[in-house]
């Protein structure tokens, strides 16, 4: 899936843009988790094609994502990041969106639509 087709499956507003190309980019796996130490062990297979799932509005959210080179990243339960975070996501060039379902929600949505979770 695309971007533009996950903001539109979770209702998601986007925060901010990773680049011009990002749009074009297709995403086939999701990893949720709040522990951004899960996320450094389980995402090294495919980072360019994952898509992450947090709870975490902060800046350790995206120094994670920046790491593993992800490039999506999908806050839930309606929280928004401050303005500082949403700079961070447009300096590392990570697409950062905000859904109003939970976790366990999106996850159930972009599952349905295709995609499946790392293994």
């Known amino acids: 899936m695309k971007t533009e087709e996950i903001a539109k499956v979770l209702n998601a507003k986007e925060l901010s843009a990773a680049g011009e ?9 999701v990893f949720a988790t709040d522990l951004m130490s899960d996320a450094l062990a389980m ?6 094609q994952t ?23 999908v806050i839930v339960r309606g929280k928004q990041p401050n303005d500082e975070i949403v700079e961070m996501g447009k300096d590392f060039g990570i697409t950062v969106l905000t859904t109003p379902l939970t976790m366990y929600e999106a996850c159930g949505v972009l599952y349905r639509e295709g995609m499946r979770s790392i293994s």
């Open 21 to 29: 190309h990002s749009s074009d980019k297709e995403y086939t796996m």
């Open 43 to 48: 995402i090294q297979n495919a980072p360019e």
């Open 51 to 73: 898509v992450l799932l947090t709870g975490l509005c902060n800046a350790q959210a995206l120094r994670t994502a920046q790491m593993l080179d992800l490039e999506l990243i």
